[in-house]
């Protein structure tokens, strides 16, 4: 178990090297320069090739990036060129946003898809097996800024009852739902369809498994067969499915946050993105990387505490 | 009454200039609004007054109080008077900043930060009266130490003044003196009739400053004298105002607070003015906006402007070095569809000249012959360039607004003319971006231009020979040589002439394309009030009247 930790949390060291370099050298080849977009279309090119010699722009990639490294790992993420702020401070105020959405997501997406997808197996081939998967499946074809825009024309402007904008909610719950149910809802019609099929999926092919067959044949109940024999065998894989998606809530969250004008770190990563604030943008996209590989050795985790096959074989 | 007041009544007395026109002039030469008025009653025998500096209503009592709720797209970068230049930025900066004077309806100048102003007979030295007693949002006092060191600021090349280039040519560093104990002078590099517009919010970075304002301090709050003070800035999520109790006009602003809320995006803003979320948009691009239009709730105020778009076609290397080929793009047009397809009517029909329809100096009807869709002409054209087959072109331009769809039309609208149009439209960071840009070298494009207060404004960084932003790298020594003498002209009748003969000129040999020029738009819940469709609605006069 230790060995395995050890090995995994080493990977993800390597893959979170990885990564930055990527980010750095990304951040070269995307079009403008960040003194064009401080000072704008409008100011001369010499005004901007000196702002940005003055900012460091022109020093070459490795001298820059060994500094950035050896702020980053002792917690001195720099300061913002664009934004004016401690790098720290903004990303992580915005990847907690992001998380208290993507918590809130979670917990409404994961109950309901799953148990949709069970009850669909459980109906396997009948109508309402049909209607869960092929409305599913519609959804997940609908993307998010369709969907966003129709809840917030229904919900926001004609009945009143979610505002347009979500800010991040007090501790009230009611203001949580109030704040985050419409802009959870788009992620909700994302995921339903792919976390519903893989549920669905395995409950069948447990359903069909020999020691299911068993477990009825020997007389036990109907309810007892599903909780104890065939959910646990068949939600494994959803597990995996479901946060692999945590990951992809936080960080890609961009065009909900967007929508809803929600500041979450999604939009921040593309604002840094387009004007070349590099040190956010790594500093965006290393924490998003760091919680992506977090959620995923969760789930291995878990996955084996759930399996003893999978624990045994580590 | 002096030679040019004089000068100015026969004008208007002879029928050759309007009255609108009249108080718009005399406003720009300083004149104070009750000679105005005085000059009024000489031409026309009677009449009433200007109409002033004093607060529109907009129907009704002021009321005082409440929190108006602003949104706007999100500044690029963090704000500050020196540096903006997004619409964002400058919305941010406006609340809490002021100007030397202020551009009110038609344009008539009005005095905010400056009482007075006054040209020499050139007009090349423009002398500005301060006012005094002005406080900055710390207590302190406002100086004449601070305009002038404001106008150093913006005109020192080893600044970040992103106004360098709207001071270029017109006036350098070491232009600006402390006359007296009030006064401040404008030495300019050459003669500039219309020197106020530059100095008013047609320049967004001339906000006046504290001589000792350090670039990137704006956020942290308090700064500038504006009828509003800075209280928070939460970075790409919005800012808080409150009422400057201290304001130099005792009687605004009637807003108890003002509440500005960033946005990514045009259309969010839309849903909620819808949700009674917003209560005004200063800056409502007509793409999106058609439900607004139709929302009880929500009044939309359109006002003629001369935001403008180029589509500019290079004169010096590719197709287009041939004017026959930029000719037969202009005929090749059809100005009344694209008004009606992509604004419903709420533009202007271009004619490829830069003298915006509400520009006093707009050549009158029949002055320049319009420029009309005519397919045999544009072909008839290329064939006389060798080009009988007609050319491949590609257009390069950025997603921004209806500038896509503008590129659709084209296209369509120019095919049956032997112009085959290639689209390349690139995200407008990159349009704008590199070094150098795309903007100022592809042969063919389509820019963007804000409103400006005056011809001169919209025409010297983008026509003249040596421009900054001259993208179609055009250089007309006639042209240039009328634009300087308008620029010095301070007889009407002269001034008129050489506008139309500068736009003769542009018009013929079409650097650019102006196939239309925009109406600014501003959506407002109805419980604003006090906000008219003027060029630059000020919130301080601004109301709520809420149900």
């Known amino acids: 178990m230790r060995r395995f930790l050890v090995k995994r949390v080493a990977l993800a060291l390597v893959a979170l090297v990885l990564v930055s370099m990527l980010v750095f050298a990304t951040a070269e080849v995307l079009p403008g320069n960040v003194g064009r977009t401080i000072l704008g279309r409008f100011a001369t090119s010499e005004q901007v090739q000196r702002l940005n010699e003055k900012l460091g722009v022109y020093r070459p990639i490795p001298v820059r990036y060994g500094e950035w490294v050896a702020g980053f790992v002792t917690g001195d993420w720099g300061e913002s060129q664009l934004l004016g702020r401690p790098v720290r401070e903004v990303v992580l105020d915005r990847l907690g946003n992001s998380l208290i959405l993507g918590a809130f997501a979670i917990l409404l997406i994961v109950p309901i898809s799953i148990g949709l997808g069970v009850l669909a197996a459980l109906h396997y081939g009948k109508i309402l097996d049909r209607a869960i998967s092929v409305s599913g499946l519609s959804l997940i074809a609908l993307p998010e800024f369709v969907t966003g825009v129709m809840l917030i024309v229904l919900f926001s402007v004609k009945l009143g009852w979610f505002p347009v904008s979500s800010q991040v909610p007090t501790a009230n719950p009611f203001d949580i739902v109030r704040q985050l149910l419409l802009p959870s809802i788009p992620l909700m019609f994302v995921l339903f369809g792919y976390v519903a099929r893989m549920a669905r999926a395995g409950t069948v092919e447990a359903l069909q498994s020999n020691y299911t067959r068993t477990a009825v044949l020997k007389g036990l109940p109907r309810r007892t067969v599903i909780w104890r024999h065939v959910l646990r065998n068949s939600l494994l894989p959803t597990i995996s499915v479901v946060s692999v998606q945590f990951g992809y809530l936080v960080g890609g969250l961009v065009v909900v946050e967007t929508l809803f004008n929600y500041p979450g770190i999604g939009k921040l990563v593309l604002d840094a993105a387009v004007g070349h604030d590099l040190l956010v943008l790594e500093a965006a996209v290393l924490v998003t990387a760091i919680l992506f590989m977090v959620s995923n050795l969760v789930a291995d985790l878990l996955y084996g505490v759930l399996n003893p096959r999978v624990r045994l074989a580590r | ?547």
Not at chain 2, 77 to 87: E, L, R
Not at chain 2, 267 to 296: R, S
Not at chain 2, 379 to 403: C, M, N, P, R, W
């Open chain 2, 1 to 547: 009454m002096g030679d040019y007041e004089y000068h100015l009544v026969e004008e208007v007395r002879a029928g050759r200039l309007t009255r609108r026109d009249f108080i718009r002039r005399a406003s720009v030469m300083g004149l104070s609004v009750s000679s105005i008025g005085v000059l009024l009653s000489a031409c026309q025998g009677g009449g009433s007054g200007g109409e002033g500096s004093g607060a529109p209503t907009g129907g009704g009592k002021p009321k005082r109080g409440g929190t108006l709720r602003i949104a706007r797209v999100v500044p690029g970068s963090d704000p500050d008077p020196v540096t903006i230049n997004d619409s964002g930025g400058v919305q941010t900066v406006q609340l809490a900043g002021e100007y030397l004077v202020h551009p009110g309806a038609d344009n008539v100048l009005e005095p905010r930060l400056a009482t007075k102003w006054e040209p020499s007979s050139t007009p090349d030295e423009w002398t500005f009266t301060i006012r005094q007693g002005v406080k900055w949002h710390d207590g302190s006092m406002m100086t004449v130490d601070d305009v002038v060191a404001t106008f150093d600021r913006l005109v020192d090349p080893k600044t970040e003044s992103a106004a360098l280039s709207a001071f270029e040519g017109v006036l350098s560093k070491g232009g600006v003196e402390k006359v007296g104990k009030d006064q401040v002078r404008f030495n300019l590099d050459r003669p500039y009739a219309d020197f106020p517009y530059l100095v008013s919010n047609y320049t967004f970075n001339a906000v006046i400053l504290p001589a000792n304002h350090e670039v990137g301090t704006f956020t942290e709050g308090g700064v500038g004298t504006g009828p509003f003070i800075l209280k928070e800035y939460k970075t790409q999520q919005g800012a808080s105002y409150v009422r400057n109790p201290d304001y130099w006009n005792p009687k605004l602003p009637y807003l108890d607070a003002i509440e500005l809320v960033y946005f990514d995006d045009t259309p969010p803003i839309v849903l909620a003015m819808q949700a009674g979320e917003i209560d005004y948009n200063a800056e409502q691009p007509f793409a999106g906006a058609q439900a607004l239009f139709e929302d009880p709730d929500i009044n939309v105020y359109v006002n003629q402007s001369s935001a403008y778009r180029a589509i500019h076609m290079r004169v010096d290397e590719g197709p287009f070095a041939d004017k026959r080929v930029r000719q037969a793009l202009a005929l090749s047009l059809d100005r009344e569809a694209l008004v009606e397809g992509l604004f419903q009517g709420r533009a202007e029909v271009g004619n490829d000249h830069a003298f915006a329809p509400i520009f006093p100096t707009a050549p009158p009807e029949g002055a320049v012959t319009q420029h009309v869709q005519d397919h045999a002409m544009a072909k008839q054209l290329l064939s006389d360039a060798e080009l009988s087959d007609g050319i491949d072109v590609e257009l390069t331009t950025q997603q921004f607004l209806e500038i896509p769809q503008l590129v659709t039309f084209m296209s369509e609208q120019a095919r049956p003319a032997g112009i085959r149009i290639k689209p390349n439209i690139l995200p407008p960071e990159e349009y704008y971006g590199g070094d150098p840009s795309p903007w100022l070298t592809v042969p063919f494009g389509i820019t963007d231009w804000a409103a400006r207060g005056v011809a001169s404004q919209t025409i010297a960084p983008a026509y003249l020979c040596d421009g900054v932003w001259n993208s179609a790298h055009w250089c007309n020594k006639e042209y240039d040589r009328l634009i300087a003498a308008l620029d010095a002209e301070l007889d009407e009748q002269k001034r008129g002439k050489l506008a139309v003969q500068a736009a003769r000129i542009q018009n013929e040999e079409v650097p650019s394309a102006i196939p239309y020029w925009i109406n600014e738009m501003r959506a407002a819940s109805k419980a604003v009030r006090g906000l008219e469709a003027v060029p630059r609605p000020e919130e301080a006069v601004f109301w709520l009247d809420r149900p």
